[in-house]
């Protein structure tokens, strides 16, 4: 009977966390979350199940955000992984205006339009379908902290341009041949 009680108490407990956290805004999502091969379709066939948020929990991730080529045109690899996530908006859309938190996304912009800078940074996302080894998982994103702007591309420092040798460094045969006569 002690069990039971402790489980109802549990269930109550996490009941009222989850809508104080969706009270504060801490879920992006406006659709239902479905299996990644369910979610990849247009329109979910009639054998799709929606999953409850409760078990596709909004989760924090250490991740670069940058912009890409193909769909969704943002990107988030979580750091120290092979793991890449596709960035939607709550609606599911890769083109939505809710793509990146404003602040944020100010940050972000150049000088030059449609390009923008790599950020590292620990973000709250929401997952919009179940996570699948070799599928992009769609999140959408809920806030960042720990915002750091870089110029790091999925796990790769950019190329540094090579110092130049002192001339009392330079290698044996380096010298340029003596002029013909």
Known sequence: MRAIGRIVAAVALLAIMTGEAEAAGADCRR???????CFSRAQPSPGCAAISYARAPCFTVHGLLQGSNGVPGIRMWRIG?????????????PA???????????????????????????????????????WMQ??????????????????????RAPEPLPPSAAPVGSQSPPAPR
Do not use: N
């Open 31 to 37: 659709i239902p979350v479905y299996t990644a091969p």
């Open 81 to 93: 992984t092979k793991r890449v996530l596709g960035i939607v908006g709550g609606d599911g859309s």
């Open 96 to 134: 939505a205006d809710d793509l990146v938190p404003q602040p944020l996304y100010a940050r972000m912009q150049t000088e030059t339009p449609g390009w923008l800078r790599s950020v590292d940074a620990r973000f709250l996302v929401c997952p919009l379908a179940a996570e699948k080894a070799g």
């Open 138 to 159: 769609p999140v959408c994103i809920v806030s960042a902290s720990h915002v750091v702007l870089t110029r790091r591309h999925y796990g790769f420092d950019p190329p």
